[in-house]
């Protein structure tokens, strides 16, 4: 992302790529970062497979089948 794509995004999203960039919008809490989901995307990476495997075996079955 470069930073006039993160200037772009600012305008409607709370938490961009680069750090620096985003002013307080006001219709966000002052500490969403907080609020988020901590991620080790090193381990999700290393264990993708197993993710994928145990996200189908319990989400697969409640979405609906799309017609072709």
Request: hydrophobic share 40%; glycine share 2%.
């Amino acid at each position: 992302m470069t930073k006039q794509a993160n200037e772009l995004y600012a305008k409607n999203f709370a938490v961009l790529a680069l750090p620096g960039i985003q002013e307080k919008l006001e219709f966000v809490p002052g500490d969403v970062e907080k609020l988020l989901a901590k991620n080790d995307f090193n381990w999700a990476a290393a264990n993708r497979d197993r993710i994928l495997t145990e996200w189908s075996k319990r989400y697969e079955s409640k979405s609906e089948k799309k017609p072709l």
